[in-house]
């Protein structure tokens, strides 16, 4: 079992920034990708960023390419995903996951354990 906790959500003004948190307990060993996805009211989820959970690989969406960043902190078993230059389109509550592969990353049913998400709103 793997355990997910988000933080870091919260209100920003367009332009703005915000750092996102998830911290992973558990089974590590056994995590290959971390994942972030978004989910705004009134649509699906979406495929955010993902990280090789060891380093040196990532992917993005292209709708957050250039403004989104995904990192591993080792030592804290944390992924962030930094953004900046958010726009009103971002907000959605964001939830981050455990990976099987990084391949077609952007496939929900690639991921199989959930954090319970965050809430980002971005003003216009």
């Known amino acids: 079992q793997v355990q997910l906790v988000e933080s870091g959500g919260g209100l920003v003004q367009a332009g703005g920034s915000l750092r996102l948190s998830c911290t992973v307990s558990?089974?590590?060993?056994?995590?290959?990708?971390m994942g972030w996805f978004r989910q705004a009211p009134g649509k699906e989820r979406e495929f955010v960023a993902a990280?090789?959970?060891?380093?040196?690989?990532?992917v993005y969406a292209d709708s957050v390419k250039g403004r989104f960043t995904i990192a591993r902190d080792n030592a804290k078993n944390t992924v962030i995903l930094q953004m900046n230059s958010l726009k009103p389109e971002d907000t959605a509550v964001y939830y981050c996951?455990?990976?099987?592969?990084?391949?077609?990353?952007?496939?929900?049913?690639?991921?199989?354990?959930w954090g319970q998400g965050t809430q980002v709103t971005v003003s216009s």
């Open positions: 996951a455990v990976g099987s592969t990084l391949y077609r990353a952007y496939l929900e049913d690639n991921y199989n354990y």
């Open positions: 990280i090789r959970w060891s380093g040196g690989l990532t």
């Open positions: 558990g089974r590590t060993f056994s995590i290959y990708a």
